[in-house]
């Protein structure tokens, strides 16, 4: 501040951001119903709230899309999803999440031991207005988004925009088998990979908003 420079974010505004246990309060309504844990709990207590299969992450990030440490079936799964979640250097420090499995509208490709990719995209918000959207799997055969199905996923992203009121915010969306498009994550627009957009698009209409501001 004694330089004249100001935070994108504050502290609390960057946690509200990456953390699920922070954002989800938000837009409960428009995410796969979840719990956190600061331990790994017994499956039986999991298995009072949802039913198997489930998905389980980080409260920030999964590790790398590992489906062994995401996926679970059964209790087999959830023994040896957990026993990384203790070891892997990304997972170890975060708090443990547990996520309804929603099925999602799959696409083809994708790399072998990786969670299944679907109909996913990452969208970049500046002060509120979208500056740069992309599909999040880059590693599948190549997909697109329709003009319809495009508006009806930014509709529901923006909800995450205006409750979660962040000056640099991500948003990635699904569409689920039914055809309904949910979030699956909002983050830090600071810390977050471009996916499939443009980095230089992004960062112009950033440009842009701001000389017009």
Same mark, same amino acid.
């Given at each position: 501040?004694? !330089?004249?420079?100001?935070?994108?974010?504050?502290?609390?505004?960057?946690?509200? #951001?990456?953390?699920?246990?922070?954002?989800?309060?938000?837009?409960?309504?428009?995410?796969? =119903?979840?719990?956190?844990?600061?331990?790994?709990?017994?499956?039986?207590?999991?298995?009072?709230?949802?039913?198997?299969?489930?998905?389980?992450?980080?409260?920030? %990030?999964?590790?790398?899309?590992?489906?062994?440490?995401?996926?679970?079936?059964?209790?087999?799964?959830?023994?040896?999803?957990?026993?990384?979640?203790?070891?892997?250097?990304?997972? =170890?420090? %975060?708090?443990?999440? #547990?996520?309804?499995?929603?099925? !999602? =509208?799959?696409?083809?490709?994708?790399?072998?031991?990786?969670?299944?990719?679907?109909?996913?995209?990452?969208?970049?918000?500046?002060?509120?207005?979208?500056?740069?959207?992309?599909?999040?799997?880059?590693?599948?055969?190549?997909?697109?988004?329709?003009?319809?199905?495009?508006?009806?996923?930014?509709?529901?992203?923006?909800?995450?925009?205006?409750?979660?009121?962040?000056?640099?915010?991500?948003?990635? !969306?699904? %569409?689920?088998?039914?055809? =309904?498009? *949910? *979030?699956?994550?909002?983050?830090?627009?600071?810390?977050?990979?471009?996916?499939?957009?443009?980095?230089?698009?992004?960062?112009?209409? *950033?440009?842009? #908003?701001?000389?017009?501001?």
């Amino acid at each position: 501040a004694r !330089l004249g420079i100001d935070l994108v974010h504050s502290p609390a505004d960057h946690m509200r #951001c990456p953390s699920l246990p922070e954002w989800y309060p938000y837009i409960s309504d428009y995410t796969p =119903r979840s719990r956190w844990d600061s331990e790994i709990p017994d499956l039986s207590k999991i298995e009072d709230e949802f039913e198997l299969p489930i998905f389980i992450k980080g409260s920030r %990030q999964t590790s790398k899309h590992k489906a062994t440490a995401s996926i679970v079936r059964n209790e087999m799964e959830y023994e040896a999803a957990t026993e990384i979640f203790r070891s892997d250097p990304i997972l =170890r420090w %975060q708090e443990f999440v #547990c996520r309804e499995l929603v099925p !999602l =509208r799959p696409i083809s490709g994708g790399t072998e031991g990786k969670i299944p990719p679907s109909f996913e995209f990452r969208t970049f918000w500046w002060r509120g207005q979208l500056v740069g959207a992309g599909r999040y799997w880059y590693e599948t055969n190549d997909y697109t988004w329709s003009q319809q199905e495009r508006e009806a996923a930014l509709e529901v992203a923006r909800r995450a925009v205006n409750a979660l009121r962040c000056a640099f915010l991500v948003v990635d !969306l699904v %569409q689920t088998t039914t055809g =309904r498009w *949910i *979030i699956i994550e909002c983050n830090d627009g600071m810390e977050s990979g471009y996916a499939g957009a443009s980095p230089f698009a992004i960062w112009q209409a *950033i440009t842009d #908003c701001e000389t017009k501001s």
